[in-house]
């Protein structure tokens, strides 16, 4: 790939951040994942002084201001890291940029500085990730809603402060996103599952009964949920996507089927790697990621002109599809 020099100095901090990630895998995995509190504070600095925390989010308020196609360079080097530590150089919900002055006050500008975490929660049990199949609800009342519900594989919810939680809204079940502290009555953590991986942070499951939501923390306002959500799997899944791609071996596709050994022979009998720009479909052999991380880059790039912190949730985006 071809990066400008600002992108190869980037992509330079990135891989410098996950080489210190790394010295603390063995220690992430005998202990099934988390790590202590006060080293996960000392790599939170060291990821804002490389420039690698909060990616997402504009320099203005305290985020990196990386362009979608910039992040995945840096998430494809966090991706080289096991035990999920990609998460402790925090990337907020994207959508946290729609937010009121009052709710960025509170909610958003908090996790640029690292004193509070935010989670999403949108998964059920019965619905999965499809954000349109919820039954979570949210009833008016007095100044506010009574939000109940439940909600499954709510990543960094362990930790987390406060909650995006996605419910219908009213007798129309307009989807709505409300942000909910973890401290609040009625919110409880049932069960925290393991899986077959260890990861710094879980992925917990939360029920919701009766649980007060004031007015002011909707976010985007009733009935922009749906379209919000979508926003947030598609960025998030980009991101899963370029960790992925970074994480991929570095193996060559061997440029003769017929060798049986899968790689032709170059001097003294040693393997030959054929040139990384040569992908697919050519008689010589390609990297498979060569070509998964120009299809990932290109697909940043059409998303380019979708940044949030830019005003109100923009009309083209209630018309997109996830």
Known sequence: MRYTPEQADLKRRAAGY?????RYEDQSEQAGGPLPQELVAELTRAAMDAGVYAINMPAEWGGAGLSLLDQVIV????GKVTNCLWDIPWRPANVLAYGDERQREKYLLPVLRAERFDAFAVTEPGAGSDPSSGTSTATRTDGGWLLSGEKWFVTCGDIADFLLVQADAGPERLPTLFFVDKAAPGVEMT???HFMHSAVNGH?????TDVFVADEDVLGGVGSGYELTKEWFTDERLMIAARTVGAAPDRVVPADPGDARGLRRGHRGQPRLHPPGRLGGGPAGHRPQ???????HRQARRQRGRRPGRG????????SRL
């Open 18 to 22: 996950a080489r210190l990630l790394m």
């Open 312 to 319: 109100p949730l923009p009309a083209d985006l209630r018309r």
């Open 75 to 78: 998430e494809e080097e966090f």
């Open 191 to 193: 069960r925290l599952p």
């Open 204 to 208: 917990p499951e939360f029920t919701f």
């Open 290 to 296: 060569d070509a998964a991380r120009q299809g990932l």
